[in-house]
């Protein structure tokens, strides 16, 4: 049986490009989170439109955050910074060193995907007219983390989830969290991150993108592979 970081993609509808934050309660012990339900769907002007999850991974220092503002400008789409979903338990942990482990995260990861699912879903907040998309920085470090992610495209045809792998080199990264002020995540905490990190290598819906050179090039770098991918899919 094909793993859900193997599962071919189903077909899709035409992309939009346009111009212009709960938790499901799950078993600890059970190893794996609960499903949520389905996207709740969207209004008979929009079925036809695809709407894209774009996942920016990578561990802390990889620059998650300014690729995803960069993306959210280009596509004109919602934009959700993952370390606000966090509990402060988790924070807490984090800013004192201590790894967050498998149990630590899941709720984590089920309410960044509610908060990604509801995004994409007619509400007051988008005058009941869906953005064509959303954009996630969520570290998602290990395939079990992005398959959680995964599951808010199931069920929804016209949602599709893919994530931006930003590979950068250990000692960059723990160059770049030296340097973050006021952040809770601190640079000795890179080590135990890309101790769990498991690349996405492999799996259909992942792009890798390098971003050892500057702000401009990795932007440049990232959008073109996004855009690359919209283009296969219209």
């Known amino acids: 049986m094909l793993s859900a970081g193997e599962r071919p993609q189903p077909p899709a509808t035409p992309a939009v490009i346009p111009t212009t934050s709960r938790v499901m309660p799950i078993d600890p ?11 709740p ?6 079925s036809k439109s695809t709407q894209h999850i774009w996942v920016v991974t ?26 606000d979903y966090h509990s402060k338990a988790n ?7 201590i790894p967050l482990t498998d149990a630590d995260r899941w709720d984590w990861l089920i309410s960044l995907r509610k908060a990604a ?22 570290s998602a470090l290990k395939q079990k983390y992005r398959d959680v992610m995964r599951v808010a495209a199931y069920g929804s045809p016209s949602v ?5 792998y930003l590979k950068l080199s250990e000692e960059v990264l723990m160059q770049r969290t030296k340097q973050r002020q006021g952040h809770y995540m601190k ?44 283009a296969e899919m219209n």
């Open 58 to 83: 990578g561990p802390a220092g990889c620059g998650k955050s300014t690729v995803g503002q960069a993306l959210r400008k280009n596509l004109g789409v919602v934009f959700l910074e993952g370390d």
């Open 187 to 230: 640079s000795d905490m890179v080590r135990s991150q890309l101790q769990a990190l498991e690349e996405p290598k492999g799996e259909w819906d992942a792009i890798t993108i390098n971003v050892e050179g500057s702000q401009e090039q990795v932007e440049e770098n990232v959008l073109k592979a996004v855009h690359a991918k919209i």
């Open 117 to 138: 699912i509801d995004a994409l879903s007619p509400s007051e907040t988008n005058n009941f007219t869906p953005p064509a998309g959303v954009v996630v920085a969520c």
């Open 160 to 164: 599709q989830i893919h994530f931006i």
């Open 41 to 46: 769907t969207q209004n008979s002007t929009d």
């Open 29 to 39: 012990n059970a190893g794996a989170p609960a499903m949520p339900t389905a996207l």
């Open 91 to 97: 924070k807490d942990k984090m800013g004192n060193g």
